[in-house]
């Protein structure tokens, strides 16, 4: 998240241009919900987790050494491309992980905590990297703790044979699992995530923008900014202790309505402690829909069809990200860059993933 999120600053360090910039950063993202799917799908059919995540690492380490020496922007993005494509095999790290603290709630809302508090160190301490050197070494900072990182994969522990509760490979009790779980999990979430974040996930893109507008402190842009993951590290604790199969639904809903909110919140906002408000609603809502869709599909999948099902919800998000990004541009090329009227346009979305779990969404009967 620290590279991520001066990856802009860091292409226009460069002399990139503008509309490069955003072609760039869409061919990065775009690896993020093309890959995740086969990626969990191969490693449900190896029966192995940890290979993906000695190679996801390997290859985020090496791709970023070589960002280090990048010259030409062509050679940039195919090497950002490439990052991107071993990025996305942290999906499997949440699919081991849920598979060995055998779907609790609670320790799946420690994983998804510490992502958040991580989130916000490296944002917070990418900026004051960059301040006390500059923009091009972020990139080699970023290999440094990458590869700190890799020293604790090591120590991960995989027993197949504990998650199975069978002997590694056994035909019968594959085929039996499988057909137990195939219809328990309902596709309309899937579908839910990919509208909420085409609505808003563009909108909080730019919201620095926004921000600008009414303020002009960047100081207190820089605290609105990282307050979101701040407060999604305390959120995702909390909700691990009140979430449950009998109201995953009901929190579903209600983190896509406190979508809507933020989006229209954005809109009347005009000082700090308004935007402070919808960043705090933004952190919850996200706490909400996220840690039940999750939760939803560890206790209603098996180690058979885990994967590729953790791969289904990072698809579905990104596809959002990227497609309403360039929906969101559109719309400001159509309203001359009035990005009041487009954020209206784009709370039509979130609409649509409340209508999509009213509708479609049920939980198995058993």
């Known amino acids: 998240m620290m590279f991520l999120s001066y990856l802009p600053q860091f292409l226009e360090n460069m002399g990139t241009e503008p509309p490069i910039i955003t ?15 086969f990626i969990g799908k191969y490693s449900d059919i190896l029966q192995n987790r940890i290979y993906f995540i000695f190679l996801s690492i390997v290859g985020m380490a090496f791709m970023l050494f070589l960002l ?9 993005i195919i090497e950002l491309f490439l990052l991107g494509f071993f990025t996305s095999f942290v999906t499997i790290y949440l699919t081991l992980y849920s598979e060995l603290v055998q779907n609790d709630t609670k320790w ?12 916000f160190l490296g944002v917070v301490t990418g900026g004051i990297w960059i301040d006390l050197f ?13 590869l700190i990182s890799g020293i604790f994969v090591i120590f991960i522990r ?10 590694h490979g056994n035909p019968e009790l594959i085929e039996r699992v499988e057909t137990i779980s195939k219809d328990r999990i309902s596709y309309s979430i899937f579908y839910s995530l990919f509208f909420r974040n085409f609505g808003v996930i563009p ?7 926004i921000m600008s507008f009414h303020i002009s ?36 809903i209600a983190g896509y309505v406190l979508t809507v909110f933020v989006i229209f919140g954005y809109i009347i906002s005009n000082n700090f402690w308004s935007f402070f408000i919808f960043q705090v609603m933004v952190s919850l809502s996200y706490s909400m829909f996220w840690m039940a869709t999750i939760v939803y599909i560890a206790q209603n999948s098996t180690p058979i069809n885990k994967g590729q099902f953790m791969g289904y919800a990072n698809t579905s998000i990104f596809a959002g990200t990227t497609i309403g990004g360039i929906f969101f541009s559109l719309l400001l090329v159509i309203f001359n860059s009035n990005y009041y009227l487009s954020m209206l346009f784009m709370a039509i979305f979130p609409l649509i993933s409340i209508l ?10 058993n």
Do not use: D
């Open 23 to 37: 072609l760039t950063i869409t061919i990065f993202m775009s690896a993020f919900f093309i890959f995740p799917p």
């Open 68 to 76: 280090i020496y990048a010259n030409h922007i062509i050679i940039l």
């Open 108 to 119: 799946i809302s420690y994983y998804n905590a510490v992502c958040a508090i991580g989130w």
């Open 134 to 146: 500059n923009i091009e070494s972020l990139v080699i900072f970023s290999f440094l703790i990458l």
């Open 158 to 167: 995989e027993n197949r044979q504990a998650i199975l509760n069978a002997k």
């Open 203 to 209: 909108i909080l893109n730019v919201i620095i923008i």
């Open 217 to 252: 402190s960047t100081s207190e842009i820089g605290i609105l900014v990282g307050i979101n993951p701040l407060m999604q590290f305390f959120l995702m604790l909390l909700m691990g202790n009140i979430l449950s199969k009998k109201n995953i639904k009901i929190f579903l």
């Open 356 to 365: 999509v779990i009213l509708w479609l969404f049920e939980l198995p009967k």
